[in-house]
């Protein structure tokens, strides 16, 4: 009976799956154009799942060989079913294979119903709960029911009632596998995944890239930003759909672990409701914290905020990419939620807080403060710099940034420049020339301001000749790094090297050209910046600096690519959404636990963040600071 009803439940389940892709298809199609590659993505497909999200999954060793077992398993078995059973190809060799695939998903299937008896509290419940059921069931069955195909029982074996088990069996294996995949289930990842690794939003992820920068907006758009589902990027609502549900994003997110109203796994899947129509009433993952789930709803065409998303949940992120670095399925969150902002910053003017103003400074004086553009070079009324609009050429161009308004990140730049004076190093600034980065403008929503002042600082420093630009600030570093070179058609401004003054000091150390003594303080811990360490890969130059000074660095449990944001980026400090407690309180206590009485830091807004902690804390100091301590010698 098997024999004759496996071949068209095999067909029919195919043809589910087919029918229920095609509507998912359609439902991703309906967002933006985006061209991609399609041949190319394709034929790139098994060696990004296999090698480059394998990278990512592999930082949990159990459930990377977990997924090895079952996805590969399932794969290869799913393949070989429909040979032997689907075609009725005789070959007990083809036969004996897939009782091995199926093994294998079965012992994978073990591992799984393991971690599902009790699940840590990032994992989503609900449907996925009858995860492992399904995939021990569709291993089982098929392996037993290939047994005699096999040649180790003999045909027609088993009683009616053995058959009718072995064909429910089926069903709900196959049920879940094709159906879900197609439909909407727990394993709709799967063949979402599969296109979504194809037709990523960023292919410069793959084979070892790094793909950070955010894409310009075109400003002359009918709607700048994303204010429906529909008006994302069609490959954009395919990544929505890949989503595993397995929290690693949520583990890992400091909005939600202070309390504030954000929870990147919720809402990637308040993304996928929003894509199909409907209420979060199903999510079975934890909720927003202090919002309900059940309440929101939303459609294709429906404004995400008025229902859906509420805009303190966009306003808590601090873009720090903790999320998308953790993500197995290599989902891009910050992109979506700087694409929702943009929609309520440019179109609606719904900036939290103090972000109207900022904004409005960063128009009216060039600086998010407000301070006169004419002082910017004050802070260095004492130093001799050469300016660029004097000498017209230098070998560094010293990026000073809005740090020039601050009195305590003005000690990081006077630091910075006593060290580049004692290595003899040829550098000039643009003094009153330069205008803000336009980082705080970008992570706001403000493209239109982002570009122009972008636009402005790219025509000025296109005036004079350098080699460098070097900057103490990761945000400026990555924004001069990243993103301006999308707004210029000239290889000269694309080409231009920038680098972070921790990179630029460990190299005028490993050259010889400073004379520095041993620290002899004590514990030392180092804080990663987002900006710096996940945004553009710089962990080692800031530890080797410190190893030059004969600094053993007390890591912190979060440390490298899995650091703790201190809560400073994003313009987070700027819109001040409340949450439980305060990042920079959770990072200084991460700090505090390594008995560190100092923390080296490689950014201005972290020690800002850092030092707005209530004493007793560890002292807070800046790279250059901390070397300059240490020079030997006059300045040259």
């Known amino acids: ?41 394709l034929l790139a497909m098994p060696r990004r799942y296999l090698v480059d999200l394998h990278h990512v999954v592999d930082r ?44 294998l998903m079965f012992v994978g299937a073990l591992f799984v119903f ?36 096999a040649g180790i029982l003999p045909d027609g074996f088993g009683s009616g009632i053995l058959a009718i088990i072995l064909l429910a069996g089926i069903i709900f294996g196959l049920g879940e596998m094709l159906f879900g995949m197609g439909w909407g289930g727990p394993m709709k990842h799967a063949f979402a995944g599969a296109l979504h690794l194809a037709f990523h939003r960023r292919p410069e992820r793959f084979g070892g890239g790094r793909s950070t920068g955010l894409k310009a907006v075109n400003l002359d758009d009918e709607t700048l930003g994303v204010a429906k589902p529909s008006d994302f990027k069609w490959n954009q609502l395919l990544g929505f759909d890949a989503c595993v549900q397995c929290g690693r994003c949520e583990a890992m997110c400091p909005a939600f672990a202070a309390g504030q109203p954000l929870n990147p796994k919720k809402l990637i899947q308040d993304m996928v409701v929003g894509l199909a129509g409907g209420s979060d009433a199903k999510f079975a993952g934890s909720p927003y914290p202090g919002i309900e789930v059940g309440k929101a709803s939303g459609g294709p065409d429906m404004i995400i905020t008025d229902g859906l998303v509420a805009p303190e949940t966009l306003w808590s992120c601090t873009t720090c990419r903790a999320c998308v670095e953790e993500c197995p399925m290599m989902i891009e969150h910050v992109d979506a939620i700087v694409d929702m902002r943009r929609f309520l910053t440019m179109e609606k003017g719904n900036t939290p807080n103090k972000g109207a103003e900022t904004l409005e400074n960063l128009i009216a004086t060039d600086n998010p403060g407000g301070n006169n553009p004419g002082s910017r070079m004050h802070w260095a009324a004492d130093q001799n710099l050469k300016l660029m609009s004097d000498v017209k050429e230098a070998d560094v161009l010293f990026w000073v940034g809005d740090g020039a308004f601050d009195m305590r990140s ?63 600030d990761p945000h400026a570093f990555h924004c001069l790094n990243n993103e301006y070179g999308e707004l210029v058609d000239d290889d000269s401004v694309k080409n231009w090297e920038v680098l972070h003054h921790s990179t630029f000091i460990n190299e005028l150390l490993t050259k010889g050209a400073l004379n520095v003594s041993e620290y002899k303080g004590g514990t030392v811990t180092y804080h990663d910046p987002c900006y710096l360490g996940r945004y553009n890969g710089e962990y080692d130059s800031p530890r080797a600096l410190l190893k030059a000074l004969g600094i053993e660095i007390a890591e912190m449990e979060r440390s490298g690519f899995r650091s703790r944001c201190c809560g400073g980026g994003g313009g987070a400090p700027i819109t001040d959404i409340p949450g439980e407690k305060r990042i920079a309180d959770m990072r200084m206590e991460d700090a505090a636990a390594t008995g560190a009485e100092l923390v080296a830091v490689g950014c201005q807004q972290c020690t800002a963040m850092l030092e707005g902690v209530v004493e007793p804390r560890p002292q807070v100091m800046d790279l250059a600071e901390i070397v300059v301590t240490h020079l030997v010698g006059e300045e040259s």
């Open 114 to 149: 393991r971690r599902r008896i009790n699940p840590p509290s990032r994992l989503s419940k609900g449907p996925w709960m009858r995860l492992p059921k399904s995939l021990i069931t569709f291993s089982v069955t098929f392996f037993i029911v290939t047994l005699p195909a």
């Open 1 to 41: 009976m098997l024999d004759q009803l496996l071949p068209w439940l095999l067909a029919g389940f195919l043809i589910v799956f087919a029918a229920g892709a095609l509507r998912r298809i359609a439902m991703w199609r309906a967002g933006r154009p985006q061209k991609v590659d399609l041949i190319g993505g």
């Open 410 to 472: 003005q000690r990081i730049l006077r630091a910075f420049v006593k060290i580049m004076k004692q290595a003899g190093v040829d550098f000039a600034v643009l003094g009153n020339e330069e205008r803000d980065v336009g980082d705080v403008a970008r992570r706001l929503g403000d493209d239109a301001t982002f570009q122009s002042l972008a636009k402005h600082n790219i025509a000025t420093m296109k005036k004079y000749g350098f080699k460098r630009i070097v900057t103490t």
């Open 60 to 103: 949990d060793k159990a459930m990377s060989h977990t997924h090895v077992a079952t996805a590969g398993g399932f794969v290869a078995s799913l393949l070989l079913v429909i040979l032997v059973h689907g075609f009725g190809l005789d070959n007990v060799w083809l036969a004996r294979a897939l009782m091995l695939t199926t093994a």
